[in-house]
């Protein structure tokens, strides 16, 4: 790629490009990617489009037919363009976290990217619905339109069956991708990884979850369809627009869902599905896909910078440039480079390169340390500052003398009120004097029931003792809102359960059931998940992991290469910054107590770790030389006596 990129700026005669800026570097480079990702797609979209309606007449010709290049691009164009040109536009180069399911769907709600992504998989799923069926219109049965001599365009019910089939699953997979945030990028720790390995391994992690929900839309699309389609097609009917195209469907006797159609779904279903994951792993993978690009520029130095400081893309292109430094710094060959940083004592800012260097990671080291302390949450914001305290009255020695009440003159005009003024005291009185008889209701009742009892009593109408007056204190408190609805829904379950009690067993079993599904879905939508957590915990995993090697390799590379010693200015920040980042996923790793944070967590404590200890076994006895605050100094001195 960098081999393209030099051969694609550089002037005939010149090794080198003249942009500096690093993001321009990496926009150009993405650009190529992406219209390789469109011609794989398309590819794969023809053979997709095709062996979904081959037959078995012509094997051969009917890949290369003109309906089938058609439709095939037209699938493309409808049905794949857009969602990796929403995927390019709104790119997610880490997940965000959100604690709960609930506010995930909230947060997804308001916002316009969430609602064009479903309203493109609703178009794509109909572009390809619609092409296969138009393939497949040899078979009679399945043709868009089947017209009879009183509406020549009346639909076909199999062609809205099939339709409907793709147009839920576009729905479900949309709101799966949205959830799940599939569109995020998920970068890879090694240096060896190649496009065609990451391709294969995203495609097997997310192969299950694919095929479990698209065979839960399949099914659910069936039930719905077979329970509630002649209710929807009769209410459909009162609208006169709609009975020209769809009049047959509720008087037909003819049973439309049979094997040979629901075969037909589940391969269309399949096929859009695969689609959809094929199209979208691959630009995923290529834009995850590591660049080394800073060389090419007139300026290595100061582009590599530029990287290292890009917030735009939501820092996407900061990903790139901090796997490029750990490059740089862990490759034996790249160490004319290291010393080129290590010499630049000159426009690059204070400390020269590699002070801008060091303060870019150990500024994002910083954030990331105080997410993992606030455990993902956003930080309180900062207290007030305390009001000056108001300056004491003066004495009444400086007070200039007042006028004595009796000599002043003060007169006021009379009040003048309006009518509607009056009007509106007058609805004053009127609430007033509901509120108090409103307040006399609750005496009132007792004083009913009391009487009540009183009269049972004297007519013998019950065989035991009378009940006793209530003790209750004269003054009760009047009902309120709160308690109404408590007696209310007390006195509804009441009823639900004695209506239960007379209930069929198997009716009872299925009403149990429903209740314990609904009751699971409000938990998982509700509960904070250890995976969520995790998000918000370490939203930057892959580029902590980086910028650790990077400087750990940076600052034990600087004994033989540095010049200056600049580097070793800056080792008692680096080992404080590393030991409280490791205290804080200690500490994180005790709270939550979870096999699946230790797995995760687990490249950035190996990174800490070894960067620790290639710092340490570098300047193992000079380390003395350095102050550092006394807890840093006893777990540092605790590691200098583990390490060999």
Request: hydrophobic share 45%; charged share 15%.
């Amino acid at each position: 790629m960098s081999s393209t990129l030099a051969s694609a700026y550089a002037a005939p005669g010149t090794s080198r490009v003249s942009v500096s800026t690093y993001e321009t570097l990496c926009k150009f480079v993405l650009q190529q990617r992406f219209q390789r990702v469109l011609l794989y797609s398309f590819a794969a979209t023809w053979a997709l489009v095709s062996l979904s309606s081959w037959s078995s007449s012509d094997p051969l010709l009917h890949f290369f037919r003109i309906t089938t290049i058609t439709c095939s691009g037209a699938s493309f164009v409808l049905g794949v363009v857009p969602l990796l040109v929403l995927q390019k536009l709104y790119i997610a180069p880490r997940k965000q976290g959100f604690p709960t399911t609930g506010s995930h769907l909230k947060a997804l709600s308001l916002q316009i990217h969430a609602w064009r992504t479903l309203l493109a998989y609703q178009i794509s799923a109909i572009t390809i619905a619609t092409c296969y069926i138009f393939l497949a219109q040899p078979d009679s049965r399945i043709s868009i339109f089947k017209s009879t001599r009183l509406y020549p365009w009346h639909l076909n019910e199999r062609f809205v069956f099939l339709v409907g089939s793709n147009v839920l699953l576009a729905f479900v997979y949309g709101l799966r991708t949205l959830i799940l945030q599939t569109w995020s990028l998920r970068w890879s720790l090694r240096l060896d990884q190649t496009v065609q390995n990451m391709f294969i391994h995203r495609i097997n992690l997310e192969a299950t979850s694919v095929t479990k929900w698209t065979g839960i839309s399949s099914s659910l699309f069936v039930f719905l369809y077979v329970v509630f389609s002649r209710w929807f097609f009769k209410g459909l009917l009162w609208l006169y627009v709609f009975r020209p195209f769809i009049h047959n469907f509720v008087w037909s006797r003819v049973r439309v869902v049979s094997f040979g159609l629901l075969w037909n779904m589940l391969l269309l279903n399949a096929a859009t599905a695969l689609l959809w994951l094929v199209s979208e792993t691959l630009f995923s993978v290529n834009a995850s896909q590591p660049l080394s690009i800073s060389q090419h520029a007139s300026k290595p130095i100061d582009c590599l910078i530029s990287g290292l400081e890009s917030q735009s893309s939501a820092g996407y292109f900061q990903f790139f440039a901090f796997h490029e430094l750990f490059s740089i710094a862990q490759d034996p060959k790249a160490a004319p480079r290291r010393k080129a940083i290590f010499s630049e004592l000159r426009g690059v800012g204070a400390g020269g390169a590699w002070g801008s260097i060091c303060r870019d990671i150990l500024l994002v080291l910083g954030k990331d340390y105080q997410t993992i302390l606030n455990r993902g949450k956003p930080a309180a914001p900062p207290k007030p500052a305390s009001a000056a305290p108001l300056p004491p009255p003066p004495s009444s020695a400086s007070m200039p003398p007042r006028t004595p009440s009796k000599l002043q003159k003060v007169q006021y005009a009379p009040l003048q009120r309006s009518p509607t003024e009056k009007i509106l005291d007058g609805l004053e009185y009127s609430v007033h004097a509901a509120d108090a008889a409103l307040s006399h209701i609750p005496k009132i009742i007792d004083q009913g029931k009391q009487l009540s009892r009183s009269i049972s009593g004297r007519l013998g109408q019950s065989t035991s003792t009378p009940a006793p007056a209530s003790s209750a204190p004269t003054g009760t408190s009047p009902l309120t809102p709160t308690s109404l609805i408590q007696r209310g829904s007390t006195l509804g379950a009441q009823a639900l359960g004695d209506a239960n009690a007379h209930l069929p067993a198997k009716l009872r079993w299925l009403i149990q059931g429903v209740g314990n599904c609904v009751r699971h879905i409000h938990t998982d939508i509700g509960e904070e998940t250890v995976d969520r957590k995790i998000d918000m915990i370490l939203p930057n995993l892959e580029v902590d992991v980086w910028a650790i090697k990077a400087l750990c390799h940076f600052t034990a590379a600087s004994f033989a290469e540095d010049p200056y010693g600049m580097v070793q200015r800056d080792i008692p920040k680096i080992l404080e910054a590393l030991l409280l980042l490791k205290q804080a996923l200690e500490e994180s790793a005790a709270e939550l107590q979870s096999d699946e944070f230790n797995e995760r967590v687990g490249p950035l404590r190996i990174a800490i770790g070894s960067g620790l200890h290639l710092v340490i076994s570098t300047f193992h006895d000079r380390l003395s030389a350095f102050r550092f605050p006394p807890p840093i100094a006893k777990k540092l001195q605790d590691l200098i006596d583990v390490s060999p």
